[in-house]
């Protein structure tokens, strides 16, 4: 541990690499004494050889079923995921030699698998089922290990079984993922989708609300299974409509790298552009590389795909947009279809958000006028103000007129399920905006300088003012780092504040 400026370091004395080595040795031939004699020692259970693999994972790969109990009932990370990526790969990413990597893979960890695959993201279940070792496989399912987890080639461990065991796996996938929708289902019981946005997103209950409500359908089977979902989020810059998209692939997927698909359609304003999106044809350039539509959906065709400003994208991409909508599959340049039926697709765009902003400020006034009256006659100043929400009239007169002029489709505005308006910050949402982004810098001072941050409740309005319509929540984090940050950086450069890197 590093101590202050002085570079002073503590290690402890009972550390040794060689302890962990035998803890690994033991865990590949079965040598149950030294491996109780290691985990009595201190050795961490879950530690992993310079390469990558765990003690679960040799002992798995090496049929060891007695040290797969051991380990797991010393707190083994049962669904943890082979780092060794192949020898090739691995020699060049560690700057070692090609033969040491394949001479260390094959005499700690096993010789009977192909050096030339790779195992990044292998669980126990999937060496064990490479070892065809019905008793590994069993005490793993039993201890309640994921069989849906998936290396990085996206395959699961029943895809490398044999018969028996592949009955084995089929059988408890089907209960395991029963159990998994039964917590899934309480988990959102007890903690509601609406909830967990509003973590991460400062006003906006109108748009997480629909959306919420839209998913929840979804979830439950109360939808059009025919075609995918499709949202057009509409507002100004800077107010959340990106992040709730982020969001709502995050909960989704929990937080799977690929699930979340994020393009920006003015790189589309070009006819050509349009076989940007799904690969060109036969015969012309780029055909080899495909779609970056069409490929990303091909890893996951479940993702939330956000498509970015897309009043400018050319009108030949909005054909394919809306075949898209309309069959839920999309065809590429190879001529290969893509079933993406269960994906969710969301548009955001700024047209109307002048008008939107307007009316939102209107309704606004109109709300805080009967707030007042409220208060005058009964004197509860803890009202709040209406949530206001947008008229229907003002959709159909204003808004959609604005959208049928620009996109002169029906048929496109007409696949969409829900329009989305987004609201430009209140008061009360901007000072909050403000406190968190003062939170997350008082965060940063304290854990990389030892400074403690502290502000009155003027601060916070007087911050508020640098709010930009045209720029959101943005406008308070350059306005933060213009007044504030940019202060205690200057007087830490003149020596007035001292700061003590850790």
Known sequence: MLLGSFGLIAVSCDYSPYKEE????????????????????GVNVNSRHSLGWTALQVAAINGQAEILKILLDNGADINAGDEFTNVNRLSTKKGMNFMEVLMKREEEFSSRLNNAATFQGFTALHYAVLADSKACVKILLDKGIDPTIENEAGHRAIEYAKEEIKEMLTEYTIKYDELLKEKEAEERRRFPLEQRLKQHIVGQEGPISIVASTIR???????????????????????????????????????????????????????HEAAKLIGAPPGYIGHDSGGQLTKLLKQCPTAVVLFDEVDKAHPDVLTVLLQLFDEGRLTDGKGKTIECKEAIFIMTSNLGNKEIAEHAIQLRAESAKLLKHRLENTSDEDQEPERIEISRKFKDQVVRPILKAHFRRDEFLGRINEIVYFLPFS??????????????????????????????????????????????????KYEVERRVVNQLAAAHERGLISMHSL
Not at 22 to 41: D, S
Not at 239 to 268: C, P, V, W
Not at 434 to 460: F, N, Q, S
């Open 22 to 41: 035998k803890f690994l040795h033991a865990a590949q031939y079965g040598n149950v004494l030294e491996l109780k004699k290691a985990i009595a020692n």
């Open 427 to 476: 008061r009360a949402e901007l000072l909050k905006l403000v406190t968190r982004e003062l939170e997350a810098w008082a965060t940063r001072a304290k854990e990389r300088h030892m400074i403690e941050l502290k502000w009155d409740r003027e601060v916070l309005s007087v911050l508020a003012d640098g709010y930009d319509v045209h720029y959101g929540a943005r406008s308070i």
């Open 217 to 271: 359908r979804k979830e439950n089977g109360w939808i059009d299974e025919e075609h995918p979902l499709v949202f057009l989020f509409l507002g100004s810059s800077g107010i959340g409509k990106t992040e709730l998209a982020k969001q709502l692939a995050a909960y989704i997927h929990k937080n799977k790298t690929n699930s979340f698909i994020r393009l920006d359609m003015s790189e589309y304003q070009e006819k």
